[in-house]
């Protein structure tokens, strides 16, 4: 995926390939979206273009690789919807309440693409830089949410029990490679990232007890939890 900016700054041959592997990914999305996962094939794509299967390698090396490009994409798609929830909308909702709330909604509208996102399993290493970049910037909406809420006095952090020592190392370092943002600020990030895609993962999945008539509710509730826990307020 490529920014707009540098798609102008394009030759033209470099805009056809361009734009080709961009029909390649639009192609790969559509069959998800029908089929699922077990439906995205290389030769299917092929033959719908028009193209030889050693003609589509050219532009894709195998499968694998164009999983992971369209993970990264849905990524940066999900990291778009955040942005735009953080934009005061007259609600009367939080920042907060606001950002969980298109989390489920984006989920919803885009499966296919929650499931590439944070379903689809990858190796632990090495994991490409390219990829590794677009689950942090995911993060960076919560965590600003969260840097902001402690700007303004009302982030309840620490909580007890702390992290242990060896996690303290990790987010130590993790925290010095984004320039100082604070290492229990980020582990609460991580996990209140993973309590909440884990709900979205069991209503998708269809493994919410049946007697939940309203899986939003729940959602909802759970997200007024993890607010009340960790904010002493959600306001813009």
Not at 168 to 173: M, W
């Amino acid at each position: 995926m490529i920014q707009e900016s540098d798609y102008l700054s394009l030759s033209r041959t470099e805009r056809r390939r361009e734009d080709t592997r961009s029909e390649i990914r639009e192609r790969a999305w559509a069959l998800l979206a029908s089929e699922g996962r077990e439906g995205l094939s290389l030769r299917r794509i092929a033959t719908e273009m028009g193209l030889s299967s050693p003609a589509l390698y050219r532009y894709v090396p195998d499968r694998a690789s164009l999983v992971a490009e369209l993970g990264d994409e849905a990524l940066a798609s999900f990291g778009a919807a955040q942005r735009a929830a953080l934009l005061p909308d007259g609600s009367g909702r939080g920042p907060f309440a606001r950002l969980c709330a298109a989390w489920r909604s984006w989920a919803l509208e885009r499966p296919e693409a929650f499931a590439l996102a944070f379903l689809e399993a990858r190796p632990r290493a090495p994991v490409a830089a390219g990829s590794a970049a677009a689950a942090e910037a995911a993060l960076h909406p919560l965590l600003a949410v969260l840097e902001g809420a402690r700007a303004a006095g009302r982030l309840r952090l620490p909580l007890e029990p702390g992290p242990p020592p060896s996690l303290q190392a990790g987010l130590a370092a993790w925290s010095g490679r984004l320039r100082g943002m604070d290492g229990e600020l980020l582990c609460a990030g991580l996990a209140l990232s993973a309590r909440l895609v884990g709900l979205i993962a069991a209503e998708l999945l269809g493994r919410l007890p049946a007697e939940l008539a309203d899986p939003g509710e729940l959602y909802a509730h759970e997200a007024a939890r993890a607010a009340a826990e960790y904010l002493e307020s959600d306001e813009d």
